[in-house]
């Protein structure tokens, strides 16, 4: 285990996840401190529609996600960037399962065509609509990997359009071109 003490300023995570990269497994449990809140901006921004009363909250979606990480064992990350890239991912996965596990105890079927902005914020009484746009997003995704990556970074990881673009590696305005033409392939993949 490396000697390097608690962080102290917001650029230690950086530290932290270098050294629970290299085997610390006690890092990710400092760093936890360090990103739960921003891990729990990202959780509002997939819940914020969701009832108040319903028993999927962001608290429990931040967590569901740091047991993953955890259970990944070894992860390289190059920054925070990248660490809530992929905490944003990983919690889309945790509600494409509960939506899943929500459609799989449902009666019927017959997913609907929606708008993406009708969906990308998760709520379990849409499941048939947000696995849809999980879907058509994958589909993208495999056609152009970067424009499923701002979709994925802007809908679902809560960032603004200046740290996606950052994150993918392009400008700002190369990023808003990236994110119109995605959101008009979503929009003919969904059927609106």
Do not use: C, N
Not at 121 to 144: I, Q, T
Not at 170 to 176: E, P
């Amino acid at each position: 285990m490396s000697e390097a003490g608690p962080p102290h300023a917001p650029g230690d995570i950086t530290v932290l996840l270098e050294r629970w990269g290299q085997g610390d497994a006690a890092a990710l449990d400092l760093a936890s401190g360090v990103v739960y809140p921003e891990l729990r901006k990202i959780a509002d921004a997939y819940l914020r529609r969701e009832r108040p009363d319903h028993t999927l909250q962001p608290t429990a979606l931040v967590h569901e996600a740091f047991m993953r990480l955890q259970a990944a064992g070894r992860l390289h990350f190059d920054g925070r960037r990248q660490f809530f890239a992929l905490a944003a991912q990983l919690m889309r996965r945790i509600l494409v399962d509960h939506a899943r596990t929500v459609k799989a105890q449902k009666r019927g079927g017959g997913a609907a065509k929606v708008p993406i902005d009708s969906v990308a914020v998760y709520d379990p009484r849409a499941a048939d609509e947000f696995l849809v746009l999980h879907d058509a997003l994958d589909r993208l995704a495999a056609v152009d990997p970067r424009k499923g990556r701002i979709i994925e970074l802007r809908y679902f990881g809560g960032l603004t359009l200046e740290e996606a673009a950052e994150l993918v590696g392009v400008s700002t305005s190369t990023a808003q071109r990236e994110q119109r033409l995605a959101e008009a392939w979503l929009s003919d993949a969904l059927g609106a």
